[in-house]
């Protein structure tokens, strides 16, 4: 059974970096059919997909164009986790955060989630 | 348009059926997956594919795709089933959008 395990800060100020990681168990950062994605939620932005990292022979990333110009997905094998890195943050980033994989050739749709974050951009 | 669009809030009797749609352009090509997120929870998947569902999933849920339209089909809905539904697609660059979701209310 895959589970997936956020660590992170709550708590990040203006400008700065908001940096989670997401560890998992029971599948490898580095499968040839898993993508690794993060995912917030917020009240006026509803679900919105930030990114993913996956591995086919070597390293791909995707960025959704609204964060397109702030955002590193990095994986790290020797850990078998992935980490996001959303920098200059600013109150509208206020979201709880989620990873969740998916196997776009075996079961198209986000699976498993991690608990979530829940990252407030304040003073 | 990468865009899916839900309606806000939908009800149904104990018991009876109810049909959740999604609208979006892309849906003409890919398949929706649906989740379900109950409050405190993360999103669960419960649909995706033409009409698959995961392991554990009962099988009153079912899913349906027509031209621009995927829907989610709840046949005898249980009180648990009061949650709030997404669904999510794929754009033509790969990239994954979610609906603004919808909230079902079970009378």
């Known amino acids: 059974q895959v589970e997936l395990q956020q660590s992170g800060p709550g708590l990040v100020k203006p400008s700065q970096t908001l940096s989670l990681t997401c560890a998992i168990s029971?599948?490898?950062?580095?499968?040839?059919?898993?993508?690794w994605n993060w995912i917030r939620q917020s009240p006026s932005r509803g679900l919105e997909w930030l990114g993913r990292t996956y591995y086919r022979s070597k390293w791909y990333n995707d960025y959704a164009l609204s964060v397109q110009s702030r955002i590193t997905i990095t994986p790290d094998t020797s850990k078998n986790q992935f980490s996001l890195h959303l920098n200059s943050v600013i109150p509208e980033d206020t979201a709880m955060y989620y990873c969740?994989?998916?196997?776009?050739?075996?079961?198209?749709?986000?699976?498993?989630w991690g608990q979530g974050t829940l990252v407030i951009v304040s003073s | 348009s990468s865009e899916l669009t839900q309606d806000p809030a939908v009800s149904v009797a104990l018991g009876q059926t109810v049909r959740i749609t999604c609208q979006g352009d892309?849906?003409?090509?890919?398949?929706a997956s649906w989740y379900q997120q109950k409050p405190g929870q993360a999103p669960l998947l419960i649909i995706y594919g033409a009409n698959n569902r995961p392991s554990g999933i009962p099988d009153r849920f079912s899913g349906s795709s027509s031209g621009n339209t995927a829907s989610l089909t709840i046949t005898g809905a249980q009180a648990e089933d009061e949650a709030d539904y997404y669904c999510?697609?794929?754009?033509?660059?790969?990239?994954?959008?979610f609906g603004g979701g919808t909230k079902l209310t079970v009378l």
């Open positions: 892309s849906l003409v090509d890919f398949y």
């Open positions: 999510n697609s794929r754009d033509r660059r790969d990239h994954r959008v």
């Open positions: 969740a994989r998916d196997r776009p050739d075996i079961l198209d749709g986000f699976q498993p």
């Open positions: 029971g599948d490898s950062v580095s499968s040839n059919s898993a993508a």
